[in-house]
């Protein structure tokens, strides 16, 4: 069975950084695109940031381009989001994101893609 675990979450001062690790078991990880979502209480989970199965290509919402970087490193079965420059506007539940794809240079931005979630982790940007 698939599992996603997200670590990295906590609290910060604006202007600070942190960086997510989503850690994925039961799948051929270099075969999976992944994305980054973010859920901030009462409203829609929105993509953050997503990722191609061969690492080449990548994308980012529009509100945390410049500022965040998603990574990852096939031989740890990890993916990474950089969160810098964080503003208040950020806070959130981030969840990590996979789904099987026949082609190393293709992502998504959409949540109905992926078929695997995380569970989660908080981040929480004071002013």
């Known amino acids: 069975q698939v599992q996603l675990v997200e670590s990295g979450g906590g609290l910060v001062q604006a202007g600070g950084s942190l960086r997510l690790s989503c850690a994925a078991s039961a799948l051929t990880f270099s075969r999976y695109i992944l994305g980054w979502f973010r859920q901030a209480p009462g409203k829609e989970r929105e993509f953050v940031a997503t990722i191609s199965a061969s690492g080449r290509s990548t994308e980012y919402a529009d509100s945390v381009k410049g500022r965040f970087t998603i990574s990852r490193d096939n031989a740890k079965n990890t993916v990474y989001l950089q969160m810098n420059s964080l503003k208040p506007e950020d806070t959130a539940v981030y969840y990590c994101?996979?789904?099987?794809?026949?082609?190393?240079?293709?992502?998504?931005?959409?949540?109905?893609?992926?078929?695997?979630w995380g569970q989660g982790t908080q981040v929480t940007v004071s002013s």
């Open positions: 994101a996979a789904d099987f794809s026949y082609s190393g240079s293709t992502y998504s931005t959409l949540p109905g893609t992926y078929n695997h």
